[in-house]
């Protein structure tokens, strides 16, 4: 998704309810997402993972491979880039992923 002159933000949480390399997971638009800290900057993606249909992702593990910013799916623990939402162990799957964005110390996420 990209930001555009009509996009409207929904707060989700404040910042400090988010760990540093942790994750939430919040419904949005009736849309499971999972929302990452990873020092001061947040990333947003689904929170469902593919392989399983589980949300889950939340609760991965967060970390770095190969400069890439990741999570760990807690269940069959492939990886997804933050940013992009693509499967690092499989070219052929990906989440979604949202802009997200700090205001008054909350988080928000662009819908």
């Known amino acids: 998704m990209t930001e555009t002159a009509s996009t409207t933000w929904q707060t989700v949480c404040n910042t400090d309810d988010i ?3 942790l994750g939430v997971r919040a419904l949005v638009e009736n849309q499971q997402i999972a929302i990452f800290r990873v020092n001061e900057k947040f990333y947003a993606i689904d929170a469902i993972d593919p ?6 992702l939340a609760r991965g593990i967060v970390g770095d491979i190969k400069g890439q910013i ?12 933050l940013v992009t939402g693509q499967c690092l162990e499989d070219e052929n ?10 205001q008054d110390g909350q988080v928000q996420l662009a819908i």
């Open 19 to 21: 760990g540093n390399f």
């Open 51 to 56: 392989f399983t249909n589980a949300a889950v």
């Open 70 to 81: 990741v999570v760990a799916s807690p269940i069959y623990k492939q990886h997804f880039n």
């Open 93 to 102: 799957v990906s989440v979604a992923t949202y802009i997200a964005r700090v």
